[in-house]
């Protein structure tokens, strides 16, 4: 399928579970998509969540998950009161990854410019079989064990830090998607 065929298909429809953009990266996705070379397959504007651990790293089972910052501890506390197991529980802050696919090299090698310009630390070509995509993601991650069979790991002053230390990361995130956005714009010439 060739990349314009591609772009149209995905335009068709939204394919996250959530069914729409998240609102604090949509402005982002909404300015790639306008470019002819490049579009968006997928995208996060980072998010906390506390989750279950079933078995591997891969089965998780999601007690909450904000899309924004968290201004309220208290709906984390009643989803960790009615958890039983054995499974641990890990409170994270992952952060924003976008997904873009490019017309070419030279528009992949632009795009990784401007994110790398923006604060984007991670990022590259992941395929090119077919589709050339680029994925960039923040680095700022918390992964904090909560508790396990073993025991709890936590106080409720501690999930408050947690919770501050996590919103402050939502906000250098927010600020490399702003980043992004204005080096975009500021280079918006050079892609079209």
Known sequence: MDFDKKRETAFQRDKSKRGHVDEGIKELVDLINSFDNIFTTSSCAGRICVVKK???KKDLEFLFCSHEKVKDITIIDKNLSDVKGKESVWLLFQPSII?????THDDAAWF????????YKRGGIIS???TL???IIGTECIEHLL???KGVYYRDEC???LIYYANNKFDSNSLRISRLINDLKKNINNSK
């Open 54 to 56: 079933i078995k591997g």
């Open 99 to 103: 997904h873009v696919c490019c017309r």
């Open 112 to 119: 990784l410019t401007c994110a790398k310009s923006a604060g």
């Open 128 to 130: 090119t079989k077919g």
């Open 133 to 135: 995509m680029v994925e």
């Open 147 to 149: 508790y396990d069979a």
């Open 159 to 161: 999930l408050e830090r």
